[in-house]
């Protein structure tokens, strides 16, 4: 494997991708095989060492992209997965689903948090089309709710866990899943969304004494922390947990009307590919009409509010942000008949 990643870092056309990129130049329509652009992708993350994140245009496409991307990579990688509901379905999303994207965020949080060191080698995200069209937290939100507990510092409990009830995490009896908190004397068990393991909190009034991970299965301790960062177990802020609504992700665009995407949550050097632009055109093109068609007939059917906002944001807009980093069509250029990456040999 490293033998070929070497020979692609000795072609020609390579080189002058690359002094693009350097460059901050986008590029339109490279042509590259399919064959060819993930060790290509491998190679580029290698050496620029700046966040990627790759488009392409159905889930399975990003799902079969991610995994091919281990045998290329040993780099943290990340999906940024797409809910099964429709838009404007009335449904929640899939634990694995919220976890998997709330990684995304919080991995790419801590470029923003000073509290947090920015990670030393940089994430690549893969994401379908109509996962990146859909609405989420606002980053200002996302940032505001993520907080860092340290042993030997003090914080009342009972504030604690008003707060994670707020950034959506449940309260049970035994934690025994990302999401959930419990509470019993002196003592809080809250499993992080993005951690491995759960976490005890030990309470000597309201001084945090230590932090463990434990295994949830036996209750043992796992490992002594020094400090532990809670970020939310959703894509949304409830600012009250006395509702009769039962709060989802479909409540998204009610609870947080700013429109957000995760192109707000990139850094600025972020370096996007774009797989394939007129697959993703016509997927896109797709998506929206179908929402459209579904949010007609379910005002028709009376199970949705004619006010109800947009919950995704237009691909047509996405694409013109894309212009805000450093991008490249790894396909044949929509704009352009031709264009290869040999194009300055």
Known sequence: MQQLLTAFHNLPQYQNLLKDINANKSISGLGIPRAARLPLLASLHAQINQPILLITDRADHALSMFDELGFWIKSPRYLFTEPNPLFYEDAAWGVTTRRERLQVLTALASYYLPFVTTPETSPIIVTSVRSLMTRTLPRRDFLKACKKLSAGTSTQPDSLMREWARIGYQRVNTVLEPGQFSSRGGILDVWATTELHPVRLDFFGDEIETIRSFDPATQRTLEKLENILITPAREFLADTTETDTQLSEFHIPLIHSQPA?????????????????????????????????????????????????????????????????????????????????????
């Open 261 to 345: 995407s995760l192109l707000d949550y990139l850094p600025q050097k972020t370096f996007v590919m774009v797989d394939d632009l007129s697959l993703i055109d016509v997927m896109a093109n797709e998506v929206e009409e179908q929402a459209v068609k579904f949010r007609a007939e379910s005002i028709k059917e009376g199970t949705l509010a004619e006010s109800f906002p947009v919950p995704y944001i237009p691909w047509s807009e996405l694409n013109d942000s894309l212009g805000e980093f450093t991008n490249v069509e790894l396909g044949y250029s929509t704009k352009l008949d031709t264009g290869e990456l040999d194009r300055k040999s």
